[in-house]
């Protein structure tokens, strides 16, 4: 059965947070070794369980920016993910961000997601 390869792309609320933790330990007891999360970074906010895959592409305070398009661009060529978790766009409300360019870069995302595997599911399942 081949790899699952999971990309969790997000802001502070997926770094400073368990979830990835609680989710990798659920995955981990149905699909044990089925999935791997991929990234340049790591991050652990001392979650449990100890152990789990902490790498991602998520940034503390960060805006979907040019830049930070082109780096996740960059990122995604060379993982080449399969699935991606987005959790994007809370500091871009925060920052007053028009909901028209939180919408366009969302869309940029996903499209730099298809450029690296173009077998990213269109939606949630």
């Known amino acids: 059965m081949p790899v699952t390869k999971i990309v969790v792309i997000g802001d502070s609320l997926t770094t400073q947070s368990c979830w990835r933790a609680a989710l990798w330990?659920?995955?981990?007891?149905?699909?044990?070794?089925?999935?791997?999360?991929?990234?340049?970074?790591?991050?652990?906010?001392?979650?449990?369980?100890?152990?789990?895959?902490?790498?991602?592409?998520?940034?503390?305070?960060?805006?979907?920016?040019?830049a930070k398009m082109s780096e996740l661009a960059a990122?995604?060529?060379?993982?080449?993910?399969?699935?991606?978790?987005?959790?994007?766009?809370?500091?871009d409300v925060r920052n007053g961000v028009a909901t028209n360019m939180i919408v366009d870069v969302h869309t940029r995302l996903v499209h730099s997601l298809r450029a690296a595997n173009p077998d990213v599911p269109r939606s949630a399942r």
Do not use: W
């Open 75 to 91: 990122a995604f060529m060379t993982y080449k993910p399969d699935v991606a978790l987005i959790h994007y766009g809370t500091d």
């Open 25 to 66: 330990q659920t995955m981990n007891a149905k699909v044990p070794g089925r999935f791997d999360f991929v990234g340049s970074h790591t991050s652990d906010f001392g979650c449990a369980p100890s152990g789990y895959d902490q790498d991602n592409e998520a940034s503390d305070g960060s805006l979907l920016s040019d």
